[in-house]
């Protein structure tokens, strides 16, 4: 059983940043990544990084003002956010994929965290 605990949300304004951790007891050989969920909308993946962090992935709608990262000594994982836009609000989700997959979808998901949430006003 993996717990991920999600720490780093709140309320800023347009233009600003934040950067969301999730931390883990351990998260050997997994995958890790963010989701979201805004009001009335499904929950979307926004990016996801590999055991080795040799590869990211990021939803298009975040490339370029989103970074994902992790660090090994701790068993955290990182969302740093810059350029926020009023249409990130959301709630955001850690998740991690055991066996190195790469959660991009729900499918590949097999821990979630409690969520955090982002608000971003304009």
């Known amino acids: 059983q993996v717990q991920l605990v999600e720490s780093g949300g709140g309320s800023v304004q347009a233009g600003g940043s934040l950067r969301l951790s999730c931390a883990a007891g351990t998260l050997r050989n997994y995958g890790a990544g963010w989701f979201r969920q805004a009001p009335g909308k499904e929950r979307e993946f926004v990016a996801a990084i590999t055991w080795r962090s040799t590869n990211t992935y990021y939803a298009d709608s975040v490339k370029g003002r989103f970074k994902i990262s992790r660090e090994y000594a701790s068993n955290t994982v990182y969302l740093q956010m810059n350029n926020l836009k009023p249409e990130d609000t959301a709630v955001y989700f850690c998740?991690?994929?055991?066996?190195?997959?790469?959660?991009?979808?729900?499918?590949?998901?097999?821990?979630w965290g409690q969520g955090t949430q982002v608000t971003i006003s304009s």
């Open positions: 998740a991690a994929g055991g066996n190195f997959k790469i959660p991009r979808s729900d499918a590949e998901v097999d821990y």
